[in-house]
């Protein structure tokens, strides 16, 4: 469940497909999907070509449902599979990191929760932009950080217009 191609400069480092991404074998192709390419910008077309954006999860099955939702991670596919196939990212030029498992693995900061990281944004930009995770269960979140739409979200809209330009 990733796309991959040596040209892309954007990668969406996430977390691991859902059951609904899990069955259709599309990464986000569902709620989250339609609410990572609004923040974005992006049209599906662009946001579905490998030559320019790159989505390599955390893990590439679904972990199952817990008691607050789905599950972790498979705690192997990280350490096995993350390095060599982001390897083959040398044009990169953006990273989002979105959720607490992306996050801890490419911006760790010991103990810090989702909403410190990406309060704290503006030490990792240009580069890369720590992200919550865009699913609907995230709502209340957005709520309380009304900030997060109002001032990362239009940077990050021009940040990616500027990327996607240069690559054509």
Known sequence: ?????PA???LIAAQAPGRKVHASG???SDA??????????MSPEIFYDARRVAIVPMGFCYPGTGKGGDLPP???CAPTWRAPMLAHLSRLELTLVIG???QAWHLPAAGASVTEVVQRWREHWPRAVPLP???PRNNIWL???PWFEAELIPLLRERVAQILEKSG
């Open 74 to 76: 498979r705690p192997e």
């Open 143 to 145: 709520r309380r950080n």
């Open 32 to 41: 989250s999907g339609d609410r990572l390419r609004d923040w974005l910008g």
């Open 133 to 135: 995770h865009p699913s």
């Open 1 to 5: 469940m990733f796309q991959l191609h």
């Open 100 to 102: 607490q498992y992306a």
């Open 8 to 10: 892309a400069r954007i």
């Open 26 to 28: 599309q990464p986000f």
